[in-house]
């Protein structure tokens, strides 16, 4: 085969990043495995919830985009308990599954803290406001 | 004593038996055969000679482009949404653009997104918990054929009123 493989540079640890957490979070420092098995039972998890949530805002042509059906959907508490889950572990798969391709990829120290800052962050405040779209819905405004 | 290469089940023996033109040829396609010993001449050919002899090659990047796309799309649907907490005027408002025709095709093009990353993690989910590494390959065809479905099926639920309408 005519593609070249070349060995990972050995580096040395302390001249990767001088503080612990910067190493940690820009090198793989860590077994990564209850990640890793997360992903999968979150993964699993948004199978049913993703595939049940496009099918039941697609099957006829209202059912996702009209006010009616959508406040009377949040009117039951068994609703709004499974998408406040559904949010939650939504975006963390989805920010977990970036997080995993950025740490493919050789990344200064500084690069990838302020990356996974950047995700947190924003995840952070998506699922606030998510919830926030569940919990403060109220049908009788106008 | 010879040893006898025998190459694994679709997997590209170690030479075809193919003229040399056809092995020995630059110009580089995905439709062509394996062509061995031969310096690839750009980026986007290595990355072609190194994927596209494995489907679960293909299969790993589509998981990601899809992956990063949905990502995309979560942040977009969590914001758009939040006009709920505006009341009614405010989402009819914004529903109208919504259900606008190319913003329909955008949704249907949507579930494909969604149908090939949730069939093809539930493949790396056999494959990673259970014995799927052993027949990972029918697993794929099985993600396209019932993501296929799913996606043909949901066409006709999306634009049920541009078909039957009476």
Same mark, same amino acid.
Request: overall charge positive; hydrophobic content about 50%.
């Given at each position: 085969?005519?593609?070249?493989?070349?060995?990972?540079?050995?580096?040395?640890?302390?001249?990767?990043?001088?503080?612990?957490?910067?190493?940690?979070?820009?090198?793989?420092?860590?077994?990564?495995?209850?990640?890793?098995?997360?992903?999968?039972?979150?993964?699993?998890?948004?199978?049913?919830?993703?595939?049940?949530?496009?099918?039941?805002?697609?099957?006829?042509?209202?059912?996702?985009?009209?006010?009616?059906?959508?406040?009377?959907?949040?009117?039951?508490?068994?609703?709004?308990?499974?998408?406040?889950?559904?949010?939650?572990?939504?975006?963390?798969?989805?920010?977990?599954?970036?997080?995993?391709?950025?740490?493919?990829?050789?990344?200064?120290?500084?690069?990838?803290?302020?990356?996974?800052g950047i995700i947190v962050v924003a995840g952070i405040i998506f699922v606030g406001v998510g919830w926030n779209t569940i919990l403060t819905f109220d049908p009788t405004k106008p | 004593m010879t040893l006898e290469i025998i190459p694994e089940k679709g997997h590209a023996p170690?030479?075809?038996?193919?003229?040399?033109?056809?092995?020995?040829?630059?110009?580089?396609?995905?439709?062509?055969?394996?062509?061995?010993?031969?310096?690839?001449?750009?980026a986007w050919n290595k990355l072609i000679l190194a994927y596209r002899r494995y489907s679960g090659s293909w299969a790993y990047i589509l998981h990601r482009l899809t992956g990063i796309g949905l990502v995309v799309y979560l942040f977009i649907h969590i914001w758009a949404l939040?006009?709920?907490?505006?009341?009614?005027?405010?989402?009819?408002?914004?529903?109208?653009?919504?259900?606008?025709?190319?913003?329909?095709? =955008?949704? %249907?093009?949507? /579930?494909?997104? +969604?149908?090939?990353?949730? #069939?093809?993690? !539930?493949?790396?989910?056999?494959?990673?918990?259970?014995?799927?590494?052993?027949?990972?390959?029918?697993?794929?065809? =099985?993600? %396209?054929?019932? /993501?296929?479905? +799913?996606?043909?099926?949901? #066409?006709?639920? !999306?634009?049920?009123?541009?078909?039957?309408?009476?």
């Amino acid at each position: 085969m005519a593609l070249d493989v070349q060995a990972a540079p050995v580096l040395d640890p302390e001249k990767v990043g001088s503080n612990r957490l910067v190493r940690s979070y820009s090198r793989a420092r860590r077994s990564g495995a209850p990640a890793w098995w997360l992903q999968r039972v979150t993964g699993l998890a948004l199978v049913v919830l993703t595939v049940g949530h496009y099918i039941l805002m697609h099957y006829n042509p209202v059912s996702g985009h009209d006010y009616g059906e959508t406040a009377s959907r949040l009117a039951s508490p068994w609703f709004k308990g499974i998408y406040l889950g559904f949010i939650t572990i939504g975006m963390y798969h989805g920010l977990q599954g970036i997080w995993n391709i950025v740490r493919d990829y050789k990344l200064k120290p500084a690069v990838g803290l302020t990356i996974f800052g950047i995700i947190v962050v924003a995840g952070i405040i998506f699922v606030g406001v998510g919830w926030n779209t569940i919990l403060t819905f109220d049908p009788t405004k106008p | 004593m010879t040893l006898e290469i025998i190459p694994e089940k679709g997997h590209a023996p170690a030479t075809l038996p193919l003229p040399n033109f056809v092995n020995g040829a630059t110009w580089i396609s995905p439709l062509m055969s394996y062509t061995p010993n031969r310096e690839p001449f750009s980026a986007w050919n290595k990355l072609i000679l190194a994927y596209r002899r494995y489907s679960g090659s293909w299969a790993y990047i589509l998981h990601r482009l899809t992956g990063i796309g949905l990502v995309v799309y979560l942040f977009i649907h969590i914001w758009a949404l939040s006009s709920l907490t505006r009341g009614r005027a405010a989402f009819m408002q914004e529903m109208q653009t919504f259900t606008s025709p190319p913003w329909k095709v =955008a949704e %249907w093009l949507l /579930g494909a997104l +969604v149908m090939f990353h949730a #069939f093809n993690g !539930i493949r790396i989910a056999i494959v990673d918990l259970g014995s799927g590494a052993r027949y990972h390959k029918k697993l794929l065809a =099985a993600v %396209w054929v019932v /993501g296929v479905a +799913v996606v043909v099926g949901m #066409f006709f639920l !999306i634009f049920s009123t541009e078909l039957f309408a009476k």
